[in-house]
């Protein structure tokens, strides 16, 4: 049986799940994702104490200091000018706080996509803290100023549209992005749970997290890969269209293993579960006592 806990780090409320025994293991969902999205996949038995936080903006956790997820919720407008606690980095430092807090100083780290991003943050940032890392469909941001300006652009118009839309046109909009697109061949289970959490969530929260957490918008880590020590096994599907990010991560990590899943896109956790949680389980027991 899981336990939630509310977590304050610095004036902001986090929501973290917490289950089972064993080496501890962080996992950090997508974009509109939850620490619900990793049902079924966190529960590896006796083996591991799986800490699952709700990411900034996303579920219960706040996206700003002093916010509660519910301020303002529906309310028109862009997200608050000053940088909130949403960004990839600063989401990195109260996960490393969030850990050691839970009396867990070293995790194994698990994310996928916008998550994969937060763990590679994490690990450059804060390399004490990470045992071993397993990144799910990762990208290192964007090197090129040109492109990063554009994806900017087009995150804070998805911003715009979320608020003033609502959630649910952005969910059905936001589930038409083809990188999306092998959700739709994936256990009819998963897909309805991932629907439903995506519709969960409130427009202003998944706003801060396009404006502040995006490709765009974090620091580039393409430079600081290479100083990756944890051993990291990159996952990638091989119908994934942006698997190429998957592969250049792995390429610059030294020693990092690269897995593709036959068959699955960008979420192999969510479209191949079974697949996923073989690879997941062999890399994590590798070093297990």
């Known amino acids: 049986m899981s336990e939630r806990l509310r977590m304050q780090v610095e004036g902001m409320t986090w929501t973290v799940r917490v289950a089972g025994h064993g080496r501890p293991v962080l996992f950090l969902h997508g974009f509109t994702g939850s620490s619900l999205s990793w049902a079924g996949i966190a529960g590896l038995g006796s083996h591991v104490r799986a800490i699952v936080p709700d990411l900034p903006g996303h579920g219960g956790t706040g996206w700003e200091d002093g916010r509660e997820p519910g301020a303002g919720a529906g309310a028109e407008g862009a997200p608050p000018d000053r940088r909130p606690r949403a960004s990839v980095e600063r989401t990195a430092d109260d996960l490393a706080v969030i850990v050691r807090s839970l009396g ?34 990762p990208s290192a941001g964007i090197a090129d100023p040109a ?16 608020v003033t839309e609502g959630i649910e046109a952005f969910a059905a909009r936001w589930e038409a992005e083809p990188v999306l697109a092998g959700e739709a061949a994936g256990p009819v289970g998963a897909r309805a749970r991932q629907s439903s959490i995506r519709r969960s969530h409130e427009p202003l929260g998944l706003a801060a997290s396009l404006v502040y957490a995006g490709q765009g918008a974090m620091e580039p880590l393409h430079e600081r890969l290479g100083t990756i020590a944890a051993p990291t096994l990159v996952v990638a599907g091989s119908a994934d269209p942006v698997r190429a990010r998957s592969e250049e991560v792995a390429a610059a990590i030294p020693g990092a293993r690269l897995a593709i899943v036959p068959g699955a896109g960008h979420a192999p956790h969510l479209e191949r579960p079974d697949r996923f949680h073989a690879l997941l389980f062999d890399f994590l027991m590798e070093t297990a006592a």
């Open 147 to 162: 492109a990063r300006a554009a994806r900017v652009a087009a995150d804070s118009e998805r911003a715009r549209l979320v």
């Open 104 to 137: 867990a100083p070293q995790v194994d780290v698990v994310g996928y996509s916008m998550g994969a991003r937060i763990a590679l943050r994490l690990a450059v940032a804060h390399p004490e803290s990470v045992a071993r890392l397993v990144l799910e469909a």
